[in-house]
T-cell receptor
Framework: EDQVTQSPEALRLQEGESSSLNCSYT??????LFWYRQDPGKGPEFLFT???AGEEKEKERLKATLTKKESFLHITAPKPEDSATYLC????????????FGEGTQLTVNP | SAVISQKPSRDICQRGTSLTIQCQVD?????MFWYRQQPGQSLTLIAT?????????ESGFVIDKFPISRPNLTFSTLTVSNMSPEDSSIYLC??????????FGPGTRLTVL
């Protein structure tokens, strides 16, 4: 059974204080690892898809990296508008389009 | 990316009743998905709905409780039947996009009293 574990559950940062969120996964045959951002009362917003170990993708202050066991979402010089819950999900090669989500990390960036 | 809308955005229902949630996409898509997000928890896939075929349900979800319709390539409905307070959740529709990703609608927040 696929498993996705995210840490920490919650993270408070000061504006400009860089940090990383972790997503550890166990899946038989990874097809892709996905990062989403979810604001309160809204659906998840797609950020990145990573396919193979060593791959990196960037978007503004966010950079996602992938190894064979985990993924990191690095946030550089965060701003209050980066406050949200960040979700990680995996897709198995043999599961069609089914995504297995982690519990998420709730990020708060204080001004 | 696809633009997805859901109706209603929220509802408060009585135990034992049923609610039908609508999902509309601005482009034709083959695969649509329904997820549930219980309070404080992450997303769980309920079923996959392909146009022209029966929906495929995940373990723990059954058609009698969550009947799904997929009449065309831009629309789907999910019904939550015979509701109990344990069905209080956010229900999300999503579609498969390019590059093996999925885009999500805004969700329907359901409270069952």
């Amino acid at each position: 059974e696929d498993q996705v574990t995210q840490s920490p559950e919650a993270l408070r940062l000061q504006e400009g204080e860089s940090s990383s969120l972790n997503c550890s996964y166990t899946v038989s045959g990874l097809r892709g690892l996905f990062w989403y951002r979810q604001d309160p009362g809204k659906g998840p917003e797609f950020l990145f898809t990573l396919y193979s170990a060593g791959e990196e993708k960037e978007k503004e202050r966010l950079k996602a990296t992938l190894t064979k066991k985990e993924s990191f979402l690095h946030i550089t010089a965060p701003k209050p508008e980066d406050s949200a819950t960040y979700l990680c999900a995996v897709q198995r090669e043999t599961s069609g389009s089914r995504l297995t989500f982690g519990e998420g990390t709730q990020l708060t960036v204080n001004p | 990316s696809a633009v997805i809308s859901q109706k209603p955005s929220r509802d408060i229902c009585q135990r034992g009743t049923s609610l039908t949630i609508q999902c509309q996409v601005d482009s034709q898509v083959t695969m649509m998905f329904w997820y549930r997000q219980q309070p404080g928890q992450s997303l769980t896939l309920i079923a996959t709905a392909n146009q022209g075929s029966e929906a495929t349900y995940e373990s723990g979800f059954v058609i009698d409780k969550f009947p799904i319709s997929r009449p065309n390539l831009t629309f789907s409905t999910l019904t939550v039947s015979n509701m109990s307070p344990e069905d209080s959740s956010i229900y999300l529709c999503s579609v498969r996009g390019g590059a093996d990703t999925q885009y999500f609608g805004p969700g329907t927040r359901l409270t069952v009293l």
